[in-house]
């Protein structure tokens, strides 16, 4: 597998330009069952592995083996998933600046995974228009602010469009159990 983190970053990116948080995306934690996640999971890209590390907290961990010229090496990638207005969020801390949280919807049913990353288009209107709370970065990412409840209600909500690319999810199998 070329690298799980890229295929999640062009998720997130679609479009080039991303869209952090200053924390993880969600209002209430997730609490996660260990036999529903835990496993190996499959895309296009190869497969990786995926383990409950706090069910309370809604943590997890991704592991894969990444190709080198000279062999693997192994790498891993933290996850938290938090929910919001009936909507799942997965967010992990950005390679580049651990400060910020790159994100997006995750929808987990049975065997498989769905992976929706934010619409920078939309955020960025939102965040020029106010609604949002928010900085457009330089190459046109946008950094959010902190999130209340009333946003977390826009983000969710079909009323002003989506925010989220729901054309073009990742989407992840679970192999075997």
């Known amino acids: 597998m070329k690298r799980l983190a890229l295929l999640l970053w062009l998720t997130m990116l ?91 919807r995750v929808k987990h049913e049975d065997r498989q995974i769905l992976f929706w990353g934010p619409d920078a288009e939309k955020f960025r209107a939102a965040v020029q228009d106010e609604r949002i709370p928010g900085t457009i970065l330089e190459g046109n990412h946008i950094m959010l602010g902190a999130l209340t409840d009333e946003h977390m209600k826009l983000i969710t909500s079909s009323d002003q469009g989506l925010y989220v690319n729901w054309e073009s999810p990742a989407v992840f199998f679970r192999y075997g159990q």
């Open 14 to 104: 679609a479009g080039c330009h991303a869209v952090y948080a200053p924390a993880p995306v969600g209002t209430e934690v997730v609490a996660l069952n260990a036999n529903d996640w835990d496993g190996t999971w499959l895309t296009r890209e190869g497969s990786f592995q995926i383990k409950v590390t706090d069910a309370a907290a809604g943590k997890l961990e991704l592991a894969w083996q990444e190709p080198k010229d000279d062999g693997f090496e192994p790498r891993t990638l933290k996850v938290q998933i938090r929910q919001s207005e009936g909507w799942q969020f997965a967010s992990m801390p950005d390679e580049g600046d651990p400060s910020r949280f790159v994100w997006g």
